[in-house]
């Protein structure tokens, strides 16, 4: 089963423009945490945000902004005045415990391609 | 620049060579992971060392053999592979409080890009 969907496979928008990518996710525990990461044509993944499942305050950091609703099992990821810069694929991440293994397992969406044109 | 390394940047061999990709870390973490990038396949965890123990992951081919020397230092041996194991892999780092390792934060390296003729 999947446990972290992202359905937009492409997006693209104008610069300026505002623009949500959206996280849906699916665990049975009640820890778990959450992250979004920015994937540049260089390769190498960017951390941007993580959120523990006991923390629902959606956040602010300049022109990025995250809502987390355990309500829908949710994790969208807004960026506001969108600028060429922000062209990337971007991964909505989960990481659960794995109790036969005792570990955490993390589990990334199949990302988001945005495309910010001038 | 992001502290975490990889050696080579660009892999091609045949499916009876034997290679090693090796990433390296600069950030003092204790976990290093090894995933997989596929084209149109999310991000798949390969490998998971934390603490320098390795934690299993049984999906993965015994044809890719992991090895951690120390907590700066993460090797994958590569041999036999085939066609389909061309991808992307890369190497990630975090600082864990624990041997559960996943709760933090991870930071990439860019990537060995490989190719399987």
């Known amino acids: 089963a999947q446990k972290v969907t992202q359905a937009q496979t492409e997006i693209s928008v104008v610069e300026k423009e505002d623009v949500t990518l959206d996280c849906v996710y699916e665990t049975r525990d009640t820890t778990y945490y959450l992250f979004w990461y920015k994937q540049p044509p260089s390769g190498e993944l960017v951390f941007l945000i993580r959120r523990n499942s006991f923390d629902e305050q959606n956040e602010i950091s300049g022109r990025y902004s995250w809502n987390f609703q355990k309500s829908t099992s949710s994790f969208n990821f807004t960026i506001t005045a969108s600028q060429v810069v922000d062209s990337a694929v971007y991964f909505c991440?989960?990481?659960?415990?794995?109790?036969?293994?005792?570990?955490?397992?993390?589990?990334f969406g199949a990302g988001t391609r945005l495309t910010v044109k001038p | 620049e992001t502290g975490v390394t990889q050696t080579p940047r660009h892999l091609v061999m045949g499916m009876t060579n034997k290679k090693s990709l090796k990433c390296e870390q600069h950030l003092g973490h204790n976990a290093m992971y090894w995933y997989k990038q596929s084209a149109k396949k999310p991000l798949e965890l390969m490998f998971v060392y934390s603490l320098e123990e390795r934690v299993e992951n049984n999906s993965v081919p015994s044809r890719f053999s992991p090895e951690c020397p120390n907590s700066s230092h993460l090797f994958l041996h590569l041999h036999t592979l085939q066609p389909e194991d061309s991808a992307l892999y890369l190497c990630?780092?975090?600082?864990?409080?624990?041997?559960?390792?996943?709760?933090?934060?991870?930071?990439f390296g860019p990537g060995t890009r490989l190719t399987v003729l």
């Open positions: 990630a780092s975090s600082q864990e409080r624990t041997r559960e390792a996943g709760n933090n934060e991870q930071f």
């Open positions: 991440a989960l990481s659960e415990v794995n109790r036969k293994r005792n570990n955490n397992d993390m589990r």
